[in-house]
């Protein structure tokens, strides 16, 4: 395909050209012959969901492009237009070279295979002949360090061995314009540097690359331009510092990213306040690093204003530590006023609870913002207190529910 | 978003959207989206028979005596109809019934086998589906080719056990059989291939199919030989189904050449036409029923 890259100086690598998909979702399901032939007039009642809207834009060959968007923005069902697994209902999409998808790590992998036959079929479903196919292993299992588990079936590998051959397998195919989506949140950290060096390598080789990724540092490390996607339309295109901070406004709370070399990354707002503190403490009053499961608790941040700020809104959320928000909450919910603070005052918020967060730890992290203004944050420091909780029973959940348990039994006798 | 940002991002958007035009312009060659077939026949056999070898030997290595339980379960089978038919019902003046029998029985598992995996084929391998973009069709026809395996293994037991039985070699062991062989397998692939295109939609289709394939297994000439059927008007119509036709056809070709061979039965001899054209019809069916299913798979599961 280097003929075609090298001729198409002035072609685009990938043509997407007004391109719409709509999902026809049924709201009740008929899903049998019996109920067509029951109700042969009933028109089947559907709901639209349009998943890409005029989408138009295009990528030149060599380029690292980001398409981001948050969950249900439609990029993955641009991605999947783009494999070719959705049939478009509107416009053409052009791709000069050869495509390799990556949509999810590991598609077709049979657990009761052993790694050579699951590198073969995979490969040949990739568009390879058996042939390239089998000669590839080696170097597969070389990306992957699994020499030592070759002849092991897939299903007694653990978790990351899965994972790493299946990247390997991925990136081993030998194509111009590779699709891949959010797979740079797998692995171990040894494994995920080796995963940015192929990105990296790929770059350089000139191969184009389309990554759909939430990642925002990802975007802006690896891509020379990204598109930004919301309810199925295309909302910024550009440079992916311009795209970033776009998917960020739309995305109000989570302030990373954007962050200047050497600035506290996890902090955003505009400074105008700046919270200096935040603890937990126990039912006694006092700062506490472990937090007893059920027992009472108590969030604490204190802020020192700089301007004199009419009514700002605390908010707080607290996350365990795979980020999952636990709960979140703020004056304005509460229905607090927090009055007129003079430049120079301090201000503090505390949110007392009962514990009820499953054993592990905890992060709040508080936040000062505009009052009314939703996401215009005066200061956000992200993960700014931790505890641990502790507690008898890992249910597996994310909390602990009050609750009461109760049994009996019948029979004939009783 | 400030204002001069806003001006930023839409005449971003407006310059990607005349990019995209621009090269678009003129072009005819646009990716097709899934499709049932849609690559090179080589590229597309290769897929075909790396997955059924794949899942070939994932049965014989599933268990230590994989080979065995291969043959085990159509000669267990056997042994229960071949008590029930040489012991209480008979057919004395079938040569080598019980050699026909097993044959019978051989054929129709590769043909539950192929149809009632197929049925739930699409279905099943839903997350392939949904992910790699790949001939729709090699799906239904991968599982028809580990039969197709598992049938070989199996004629290997009929041949061996109609030496035993004194049966003798025969040419048409060399024509006659493979020709069969492949309009078996022809019809079989057509008919697992429908069955997975409808079942996306109609889940009722496997219970549905469940159904026929019992009444195929008695209008099939399996358990009862055509010279059975008293009637030459129902000999007639038995042979209307293209199964049957292969079934007795083989009969006469592998086993005894004795046996009336299906044109010798279809008088006048325009009547072999009819299981010919229902088989034709079948296959013309079932691709285009898959071939306007299969761009539609990946949203309907």
């Known amino acids: ?414 | 978003m400030t204002s001069a940002a806003a001006e930023r991002t839409s005449q971003a958007i407006a310059e990607a959207a005349a990019r995209a035009h621009a090269a678009a312009a003129g072009r005819t060659d646009p990716i097709p989206g899934p499709r049932a077939l849609g690559v090179p026949l080589a590229r597309f056999a290769a897929l075909v028979w790396t997955i059924a070898v794949s899942e070939f030997k994932l049965k014989f290595y599933g268990s230590a005596l994989g080979y065995l339980w291969q043959i085990m379960r159509p000669l267990l089978l056997f042994g229960v109809l071949y008590v029930f038919f040489t012991q209480i019902l008979r057919f004395q003046d079938v040569e080598y019934y019980p050699v026909v029998l097993l044959q019978g029985i051989v054929i129709f598992s590769f043909v539950a086998e192929s149809t009632t995996a197929s049925v739930t084929s699409l279905v099943d391998q839903e997350p392939l589906v949904r992910k790699i973009q790949f001939p729709r069709l090699a799906v239904p026809l991968a599982i028809v080719l580990t039969a197709l395996f598992n049938l070989m293994v199996n004629y290997v037991v009929v041949f061996v056990f109609l030496i035993i039985q004194g049966g003798t070699p025969l040419w048409t062991w060399l024509y006659q059989f493979p020709l069969l062989i492949v309009a078996l397998v022809i019809i079989t692939a057509a008919m697992s291939t429908l069955l997975s295109a409808l079942y996306v939609r109609f889940r009722d289709v496997r219970p549905i199919w469940e159904v026929l394939l019992q009444t195929l297994y008695f209008i099939s000439l399996i358990l009862v030989p055509i010279e059975a059927v008293s009637n030459p008007t129902l000999q007639k119509l038995l042979l209307v189904s293209p199964f049957a036709c292969i079934v007795e056809q083989l009969r006469h070709a592998v086993i005894s050449p004795a046996a009336p061979t299906v044109t010798e039965i279809l008088q006048p001899g325009a009547l072999i036409l009819v299981p010919i054209g229902i088989a034709l019809a079948l296959c013309i069916v079932s691709f285009t029923v898959f071939d306007r299913m299969a761009p539609l798979v990946a949203e309907e599961l």
């Open chain 1, 1 to 414: 395909m280097e003929s075609g890259r090298e001729a198409g100086a002035g072609r685009p690598a990938v043509v997407i050209d007004d391109v719409s998909k709509t999902f026809m979702v049924p709201t009740e399901q008929v899903h049998t012959l019996k109920e067509r032939a029951l109700h042969p007039f009933r028109r089947s009642s559907h709901e639209r969901l349009e998943a890409l809207q005029g989408i138009s834009f295009a990528v030149e060959p060599g380029e690292f492009f980001g398409i981001v968007g948050r969950n249900g923005s439609g990029k993955s069902t641009l991605l999947k237009c783009l494999a070719g697994i959705y049939r478009l209902d509107q416009g053409q999409i052009f791709i000069d070279g050869r495509l390799s998808t990556f949509i999810e790590l590991g598609v077709g992998f049979n657990p009761d295979l052993a790694a050579l036959d699951n590198v073969t079929i995979n490969g040949v479903m990739m568009g390879l002949t058996p042939r390239e196919a089998a000669n590839r292993f080696d170097s597969v299992i070389d990306f992957a360090e699994l020499q030592d588990f070759t002849d092991m079936k897939l299903k007694n590998y653990s978790s990351g061995m899965q994972v790493r051959l299946a990247f390997s397998v991925a990136i081993q195919v030998d194509a111009d314009i590779l699709l891949i989506d959010e797979v740079l949140a797998v692995g171990d950290a040894a494994f995920q540097q080796k995963c940015f060096d192929v990105f990296y390598r790929m770059r350089d080789e000139g191969r184009t690359v389309l990554l759909v990724t939430h990642d925002m540092s990802a975007v802006t490390r690896f891509c020379s331009r990204a598109a930004l996607l919301d309810h199925g339309h295309l909302v910024d295109f550009g440079a992916p510092e311009d795209v970033a901070r776009s998917y960020l406004d739309l995305n109000f709370g989570t302030g990373e990213a954007a962050a200047e070399p050497g600035a506290d990354e996890a902090r955003s707002g505009d400074g105008k306040a700046l919270i200096e503190e935040a603890w937990f403490e126990d039912a006694r009053g006092d700062r506490v690093e472990v937090l007893e499961q059920g027992s009472p608790a108590r969030l604490v941040a204190r802020a020192r204003f700089l301007e004199r700020i009419e009514h700002p809104d605390w908010r707080v959320l607290f996350e365990n530590a795979d980020h999952h928000p636990l709960f979140a909450t703020s004056t304005t919910w509460a229905g607090l006023e927090t009055g007129v603070i003079e430049a120079g005052d301090s201000a503090t918020v505390a949110i007392d609870f009962e514990v009820p967060f499953a054993p592990g730890r905890i992060y709040a992290t508080p936040a000062l913002s505009y009052r009314g203004s939703g996401d215009r944050f005066i200061d956000r420091r992200e993960r700014f207190a931790s505890a641990v909780v502790t507690g008898v029973h890992h249910s597996g959940g994310l909390v602990m529910v009050p609750h009461d348990v109760s049994v009996s039994s019948e029979g004939p006798k009783a």
